[in-house]
């Protein structure tokens, strides 16, 4: 049985292309259609995949995008289990205007769900044996499923020995962090939303996402803040780490799962918060060197890895 697990309850067949210039009304003329299988979760076992470790893809597909889905999946190697669903999977679509470097990013909502459904999802995750060391669930959810649906996985999983790591936003996130997980990788923009706060500076990010671990809402907070870096807070302490210089020409589309499927290997396989860190950064800088949702590349999470610095630790203001 897999040791890790990821979660994709909306996944998309991503569609990537370019054009000169984007303008209303005219025809755009793009280049070459790439496809590739995405979804927050699909995206994280893709990474994994390529680090070499032990993961299962788990996701709800339906119609001919489910099926290119599983089709570019299988072409990978990824080990995936596909639950069928009466909806079609989405497709999105994202286009870099070559002039600018500019990516705008169009993203569809999913089909709705049956109740009967994601309820199915639940059940088959609640009752894996063995269970999985960690359980990646990442992305939105597809309408009809209930917001608090993460929440529920979270205490269903509860005392079963694993950890639960969410990649969300809004009200799913709000009541997973309700529930309490394992880790939650929120942008900064995720973390103000649930803080209701502004959060300026660096100092704030930083007080913030110790502040959800002292309070049980998780036992690790990876903030991703784009172009300034991450952070990442534990019970041990908390770190910053700055962004690599890596100009995002072909798109920034996947960086931060690449961000946190390599975070979860490195803490998995028992590196130290902020060493795990670096390697967080070193994927999400990786990902910007490929268009679409390529994604890092094994080898370039590790050439990239050595220049990192090692992370600050912060030390909060009496």
Known sequence: MPALITLTLNPALDLATTTDHVAPTHKLRCGPVQRFAGGGGINVARVLHRLGADVCAW???G???GTQVRQLLAAEGVPTLLQPISGD???NFSVV??????EFRFVLPGPTLQPAEWQACLDALATHT????WLIASGS???GTPDDFYAQLARALAGRGLRVAVDTSGPPLAAALQAGVALVKPSLRELRDVMQQPLEHAADWCTAAQSLVHSGAAEIVALSVGEQGAVLATREGVWQAPALNVPATTGT???GDCFLATLVWALDRGDAPAEALRWGVAAGAAALLHPGT???QADDVRRLVRSVPAPMAFTPQP
């Open 59 to 61: 996701a709800l597909a």
């Open 63 to 65: 119609g001919a995008a």
């Open 89 to 91: 999977t989405r497709e």
């Open 97 to 102: 205007e070559t002039t600018t470097s500019q």
């Open 130 to 133: 063995p269970p999985p060391r």
């Open 141 to 143: 959810l597809p309408p």
């Open 253 to 255: 589309t996947g960086a």
């Open 294 to 296: 390529t994604l890092a």
